[in-house]
């Protein structure tokens, strides 16, 4: 059973910093390119940052230079440090597995967490 379990979202001030992680489970994780997501009220799904098997990496523009994506093979994880956070980076952030992640965009994966709250505060 494939699990993916976000967590470190929550409430911060424009300007501030918050890092989420996810851990997954139930999949061959070093051999699995991952990212994430995030969902504005009203909106659609879209990508955040993606990470291959190898550590490449994409971002979306709108937070390429503030946000880090990033793996640990051995303890199943990947992480998102944001920075600099905005108003409009308010969303409910999934992580995404198994992505194709040389697809330009990569394409979402079959497995989603559960969604972690970001609210940032202007």
């Known amino acids: 059973q494939v699990q993916l379990v976000e967590s470190g979202g929550g409430l911060v001030q424009a300007g501030g910093s918050l890092k989420l992680s996810c851990a997954a489970s139930?999949?061959?994780?070093?051999?699995?390119?991952m990212g994430w997501y995030r969902q504005a009220p009203g909106k659609g799904r879209d990508l955040v940052a993606a990470?291959?098997?190898?550590?490449?990496?994409t971002y979306s523009d709108s937070v390429k230079g503030r946000f880090t994506i990033s793996r640990d093979n051995v303890k199943n994880t990947i992480s998102l440090e944001m920075t600099n956070l905005k108003p409009e980076d308010t969303a409910v952030y999934y992580c995404?597995?198994?992505?194709?992640?040389?697809?330009?965009?990569?394409?979402?994966?079959?497995?989603w967490g559960q969604g972690t709250q970001v609210t940032v505060s202007s």
């Open positions: 139930g999949i061959f994780f070093s051999s699995s390119s």
């Open positions: 995404n597995g198994v992505l194709t992640y040389f697809r330009s965009p990569p394409v979402a994966g079959p497995y």
């Open positions: 990470i291959s098997t190898v550590g490449d990496t």
